[in-house]
């Protein structure tokens, strides 16, 4: 079982950065791929970014290209998201989520999931 937790979320102005965190905790030994999601309202849940275990590999949906960068410590078993320029489409609940094996964009590929943290973006 491995537990993540999400922080880093709340109000950012448009074209502003944030840095979401995810710690995770429980059998963080094992190699496990993360990703990012986001959910906004009744929308479907959103594939953001993608990180392999080693972090040599990453993956990023077309929203977040250019703007965004994923990037893990796993020696302190987290997992961030560093948000630039950001746009008034981006406010949603973002979650972290983990995976044994590579890193993917389906997000149900992942077993593990955070609680989300929610981002608004002022304009």
């Known amino acids: 079982q491995v537990q993540l937790v999400e922080s880093g979320g709340g109000l950012v102005q448009a074209g502003g950065s944030l840095r979401l965190s995810c710690a995770a905790s429980?059998?963080?030994?094992?190699?496990?791929?993360m990703g990012w999601f986001r959910q906004a309202s009744a929308n479907r849940r959103e594939f953001v970014a993608a990180?392999?275990?080693?972090?040599?590999?990453?993956y990023y949906a077309d929203v977040g290209k250019g703007r965004f960068t994923i990037s893990r410590d796993n020696a302190k078993n987290t997992l961030y998201l560093q948000m630039n320029s950001r746009k008034p489409e981006d406010p949603a609940v973002y979650y972290c989520?983990?995976?044994?094996?590579?890193?993917?964009?389906?997000?149900?590929?992942?077993?593990?999931w955070g609680q989300g943290t929610q981002v608004t973006v002022s304009s």
């Open positions: 429980g059998r963080t030994s094992s190699t496990y791929a």
């Open positions: 990180i392999s275990w080693s972090g040599e590999s990453t």
């Open positions: 989520a983990a995976r044994r094996g590579g890193a993917a964009p389906n997000p149900q590929h992942y077993e593990y």
